[in-house]
């Protein structure tokens, strides 16, 4: 049974760490405001000399996120973000910087490939693979158009540059790219992910070697499965993506479910 940290805190474990990986969306913010529990957090974090990084599943470079969090009235703590984007872009540009694809996704996720825009194209057909950062703007909500788009492309590959399926905004739920890579997988295509709970994210983002480790964050298949694969411990935020079937089920059944082990809980990131 997880161990509940709403009475003590994560003060009460942060001697047990050397590094923790904490999740954005969900933990810090919920796409429209700041959790100020959660930025008391990271500044005892500093003060107490504890190496973290805000490690999200985001399609988008660093400097973009970063943006973002300037506009939700976060003014510190930058040189900690490392996202799923950044980690999509040094592979993109090591191996495939000559090829053309074609993209999926907003036109908002457009910086990803700023340096190599030139290969995008606009026919599918063209296209030597894909990159998955999201929705089109005109096709949020069914995800079948994506199987009907890519059913006869399966011999392409796939780079999804966001593992999470769903995300909270605010009260609104959204679809995110990895549902995109799960539909392509299931007609037979071949996806390769970025993020969490994917090792590679884990090693580009800070060095972990030799150094107890503690992942906080609110999704079971993303953050609390990538601390297991891992081997790191792991805090789940109960007031995030899981909120509703935790109010209907237990925490072992959400285990279960999910095929996770949740090491500590707690409602919301406090200190």
């Not at 509940?4 to 969900?26: A, T, V």
């Not at 405001?33 to 500093?46: A, G, H, P």
């Not at 490392?82 to 074609?102: R, V």
Request: hydrophobic share 35%.
């Amino acid at each position: 049974m997880p161990q509940n940290l709403d009475k003590d805190g994560l003060r009460s474990r942060i001697n047990n760490y050397d590094l923790f990986f904490i999740d954005i969306w969900g933990v810090v913010h919920n796409g429209l405001q700041i959790f100020q529990d959660s930025i008391e957090v990271l500044e005892n974090l500093k003060i107490n000399n504890k190496e973290f990084v805000l490690l999200t599943n985001a399609p988008r470079p660093n400097a973009t996120v970063i943006e973002f969090l300037k506009k939700l009235g976060l003014n510190k703590f930058y040189e900690n973000v490392y996202t799923s984007g950044e980690a999509s872009l040094k592979y993109l540009i090591e191996n495939f910087h000559n090829l053309k694809f074609y993209h999926i996704g907003p036109p908002k996720d457009f910086d990803l490939f700023k340096e190599f825009e030139n290969n995008k194209v606009v026919n599918i057909k063209k296209a030597d693979y894909f990159i998955c950062t999201g929705l089109f703007e005109d096709h949020e909500t069914k995800l079948e158009y994506y199987r009907d788009l890519l059913l006869k492309f399966v011999n392409k590959k796939l780079i999804c540059t966001n593992p999470d399926l769903i995300v909270d905004r605010g009260d609104k739920r959204e679809f995110c790219a990895g549902s995109i890579a799960k539909i392509f997988e299931e007609i037979g295509g071949k996806v390769i992910y970025f993020g969490k709970p994917y090792s590679p994210v884990y090693n580009l983002s800070a060095k972990i070697s030799n150094k107890k480790v503690l992942c906080i964050g609110d999704n079971m298949n993303t953050d609390i499965k990538g601390a297991n694969n891992q081997k790191f411990d792991n805090l789940l935020i109960t007031s995030g993506i899981h909120k509703n079937e935790l109010n209907i089920g237990s925490i072992d059944k959400l285990e279960e479910k999910y095929g996770v082990k949740v090491n500590y809980i707690q409602t919301k990131l406090k200190w």
